[in-house]
């Protein structure tokens, strides 16, 4: 019994060692955010999208919201549509949203990945 025990705490020891070491990194499940929040992805290069032609003639405005999924590098996983919009307001968001790059999600210190609510608001300039 001795020997197990001895066996025993040198494998917890061990154990603890090499975790401490070399911590294994599982990775979670996206963390659910919107960006603006404190946690959220934050834009390194934020491509503004173009105004559609049609929209702009017609006079429209609209709001898309897309849901990106960003990895903890800070790369653009996917993209799905929360809320669309027409007259070309959708792809022209998709477009620029492909053309930005990102910081990654953090939680505390650590970079995490997230899937982060990003609204893109199309206003026409009004004229003096």
Request: glycine share 6%; hydrophobic share 35%.
């Given at each position: 019994?001795?020997q197990?025990?001895?066996?025993k705490?040198?494998?917890?020891?061990?154990?603890?060692y090499?975790?401490?070491a070399?911590p294994?990194?599982?990775?979670g499940?996206?963390?659910?955010?919107?960006?603006?929040?404190?946690?959220?992805?934050?834009?390194l290069?934020?491509?503004?999208?173009?105004y559609?032609?049609l929209a702009?003639?017609l006079?429209k405005?609209?709001e898309?919201?897309?849901?990106?999924?960003?990895d903890?590098?800070?790369?653009?996983k996917?993209?799905?549509?929360?809320?669309?919009?027409?007259?070309?307001f959708?792809e022209?968001?998709i477009?620029?949203?492909?053309k930005?790059?990102?910081?990654?999600a953090?939680k505390?210190?650590?970079p995490?990945?997230?899937?982060?609510?990003?609204?893109?608001?199309?206003?026409?300039r009004?004229?003096?």
């Open positions: 019994p001795f197990q025990n001895k066996i705490l040198l494998n917890e020891a061990n154990a603890e090499s975790s401490k070399n294994v990194k599982y990775p499940k996206p963390i659910e955010t919107e960006f603006g929040s404190p946690v959220a992805p934050a834009f290069h934020r491509e503004i999208p173009d559609p032609m702009r003639k006079g405005e609209g898309v919201i897309l849901r990106l999924t960003i903890e590098k800070g790369n653009l996917d993209i799905e549509i929360f809320e669309k919009a027409g007259y070309g959708t022209a968001a477009e620029a949203v492909k930005s790059t990102f910081l990654p953090k505390g210190e650590e995490v990945a997230s899937k982060a609510l990003l609204p893109i608001r199309f206003t026409l009004r004229s003096q």
